[in-house]
């Protein structure tokens, strides 16, 4: 097969280190989707290698491949339809006997397959010693050693494969799970009976004789579905073979097989693995001892998560700056060499003011979603949601619901479909309903702005206070709907703590890539979209240019007169006084004019009708407009803004200036960012809640119940502000 195109599978559990080795196989060669017909998330890459093109394709992580999840049942589909030419399955060689089991499942599913013994530096730490060879013969599969976050072993890995896929020899079953006498002649007579099975019934015979006797709901479907008549027979087969073992063992059969592969699996960590006697230390252990402390872990969480939005906001300022000078630049020079008139008023003020005043936050949402891939490639994001448990048992929920929520500092959307891992469809829903408080990146470029123009130094302190603020409030509405709308006690749950690992800078940069391109998707897409519409509905009806040029003219009128005098005089200090004068009264008038215009727009029209809405929190007309189109998308919050507020102007310095000369003050500034941070979440996110729940009813009340909340909370905000004698 080589010089052929060969598609490579890798599957492996969470945590187990596929992902790095994914990652440092293609690199920024990386394609990225959902899977077809589900919502869960599909990786892809391709690369060069020996002659052959490798389409490496990244399995969803699980523990095993019986159908109870949408990724178990995603990755066997995968291998059982897509026949990939080589299976690698990646295992933790520090967590050898969990990793079997999916490993075995695998073995049985009769694909030529490889395992890679990733972090095996960990495990030789920890005083484990695997014979390789050993375990090659026992289940006749190529093993490399991989150390995934450092390279090792990942070349071997892609020329065994290509190897592998090169020889095409059938996979035996001399070396697959054995199980006891009663089982395997249960097995043998299904598979005599599955003879009657067509001829391109795709599935290897023995492998579904196994699947009937552990009664899998999917095979029976497929077997209905591409069998026919001669489906009946070996239904009724199995369902005999299933009752008559149940009786033998005194219990479910698919019980029976699954201790009788753990016993399959012992004997052959026991023939593999040599155990030294020294002791090592437990680095991951011993670190545990501080960050999972009952006293000391949660006052470092919070530190860690005040770091982070401090870092956001102080580290990207600087690339910021940079981005706003070249925002700035094209601005002039669009102006220069576009004619004055309707076009050039429409690429400055609508594209350029609009996208560049979003443009230039990318270095702050790229930094923060640096820091998130740090703390999930570290192990830190399993530590912190073990430590939010407790608090989580207060609104009826595990631990494990705050790893969406986490996720939701990120992206709300892929948050949301992150929930459906729960096993409980009650706590799927509250765990959904609450997600959205956790406040998005696409809301940070609004709280800089804000933030950053009426508290300076503080603002970093500022914005990490509402993301609390946000982690608070999805814990009180958690309490409140559990109490209220979805009583129920949580499910048991024992939270998996993955061992501490130095992250890979290659990996991280990878992740914030991926995450900031839906951004730059976003800017080029809805963002664009917004700008123009806000622009074209700030512009028309355009008023008269005889009130433009009638008021300019009064002007020089006026200041004309005074010059003269002036020059009669002979005052010539005087003259260039009246002259900055005139130059700052032009300005003044033009801006005057441009506010006239935009409160004679259509959009003005709209923003004063809802003015008496937001008037009680302290937002004016424009900033209600800035809050109504945060509908389709936060991050068109602040375009808005630029287009309205700025004047010409694009970017934060200029919308800064902008926004105190309006009146804003930072109790308003406060008030808004409070609305911001928990109204009404965005098209998208609205569309996957619908999707995930199975109810528009609960849309509903989420953008009804949040919207509302977040009014209330900013009239607190404001009002509570002013009695207090803050400006």
Not at 324 to 351: K, M, T, W, Y
Not at 657 to 665: E, I, N
Request: glycine letters at 8%.
């Amino acid at each position: 097969m080589s010089g052929k195109n060969l598609k490579i599978a890798l599957a492996g559990n969470p945590n187990s280190g596929k992902t790095t080795i994914f990652n440092q196989i293609t690199g920024t060669r990386q394609k990225v989707g959902n899977w077809p017909g589900v919502t869960v998330e599909k990786k892809e890459g391709v690369v060069s290698r020996a002659g052959s093109e490798l389409n490496i394709i990244d399995l969803p992580g699980t523990y095993s491949l019986t159908p109870f999840s949408i990724e178990e049942i995603v990755a066997r589909d995968f291998i059982l339809d897509e026949k990939p030419d080589v299976v690698i399955d990646i295992m933790d060689a520090s967590n050898l006997e969990r990793s079997l089991y999916l490993a075995i499942q695998l073995r049985e599913l009769g694909c030529n397959m490889i395992f890679a013994l990733n972090m095996a530096d960990v495990a030789r730490a920890r005083g484990f010693k695997i014979d390789g060879s050993k375990l090659s013969e026992l289940l006749g599969v190529p093993v490399i050693f991989t150390v995934g976050n450092k390279g090792k072993g990942v070349t071997d890995l892609l020329d065994a494969a290509i190897s592998l896929a090169d020889c095409r020899k059938p996979v035996s079953d001399a070396r697959k799970v054995r199980y006891s006498r009663d089982i395997e002649a249960a097995v043998a007579a299904l598979q005599e009976e599955a003879k009657s099975l067509p001829a391109d019934f795709p599935y290897d015979r023995r492998w579904t004789s196994v699947k009937l006797l552990e009664d899998d709901s999917v095979i029976r479907e497929r077997i209905s579905d591409r069998a026919g008549p001669g489906a009946r027979d070996l239904m009724e087969a199995a369902v005999k073979f299933r009752s008559r073992l149940a009786r033998e063992f005194n219990e479910d059969p698919e019980i029976v097989m699954t201790d009788e592969r753990y016993g399959f699996i012992a004997g052959i960590v026991k023939e593999v693995v040599i155990a030294s006697s020294v002791q090592r230390v437990d680095i991951s252990r011993n670190i545990d001892l501080v960050l999972t402390n009952r006293f000391l872990g949660f006052p470092i969480f919070i530190f860690f998560i005040w770091a982070m939005f401090q870092l956001t906001f102080s580290l990207g300022e600087y690339p910021m700056q940079w981005l706003q000078a070249g925002v700035d630049s094209l601005s002039r020079h669009l102006s220069v060499f576009l004619p004055p008139g309707l076009f050039e008023d429409f690429i400055v003020n609508g594209v350029v003011a609009g996208v560049g005043s979003v443009a230039v936050f990318l270095p702050n949402i790229a930094l923060l979603f640096f820091c998130i891939a740090l703390f999930e490639d570290t192990g830190y994001m399993a530590r912190a949601a073990f430590l939010m448990d407790r608090i989580m048992h207060m609104i009826g929920l595990h631990g494990k619901s705050f790893i969406p929520m986490l996720m939701g500092f990120g992206c709300n959307v892929p948050a949301i479909m992150a929930a459906r891992t729960l096993e409980s469809p009650k706590d799927r829903i509250l765990t959904i309903l609450i997600t959205p408080f956790m406040s998005c990146s696409a809301r940070l470029p609004v709280y800089i702005v804000l933030a950053g123009t009426f508290f300076a130094a503080r603002a970093g302190s500022v914005i990490f206070g509402l993301y609390l603020t946000g982690i608070v409030v999805a814990i009180l509405t958690g309490r409140f709907f559990r109490a209220v709308l979805l009583p129920g006690q949580d499910a048991p749950f024992v939270m998996e703590l993955p061992p501490y690992r130095v992250p890979m800078l290659k990996n991280l940069l990878i992740h914030m890539w991926d995450r900031s391109r839906m951004f730059l998707q976003k800017m080029g897409g809805v963002i664009l979209v917004g700008s123009i519409m806000i622009w074209i509905l700030s512009s028309f009806p355009t008023m008269p240019e005889s009130a433009y040029m009638s008021g300019q003219k009064r002007v020089k009128a006026v200041y004309a007169q005074k010059i003269e005098r002036a020059e009669q005089s002979g005052g010539k200090s005087d003259i260039e006084a009246l002259r900055r004068e005139l130059a700052v009264a032009e300005k003044t008038f033009a801006a005057k004019l441009d506010l006239k215009q935009a409160e004679n727009s259509y959009l003005g029209r709209i923003g004063k009708v809802i003015e008496p809405v937001f008037a009680p929190i302290g937002i004016d007309w424009r900033g209600g407009i800035a809050l109504l189109t945060g509908f389709v998308a936060k991050e068109v919050v602040v375009s808005t803004m630029g287009v309205l507020y700025a004047a010409g102007d694009s970017g934060s310095d200029a919308l800064g200036r902008a926004l105190r000369k309006s009146g804003m003050t930072p109790l308003s500034a406060l008030a808004m960012m409070v609305f911001v941070l928990l109204y009404v979440p965005c098209l998208a996110t609205m569309t996957v809640m619908t999707r995930e729940t199975g109810a528009l009813k609960w849309t509903i009340l989420s953008v009804a119940y949040s919207t509302g909340l977040a009014w209330i909370m900013a009239f607190i905000v404001y009002h509570g502000g002013r009695l207090l004698g803050f400006a």
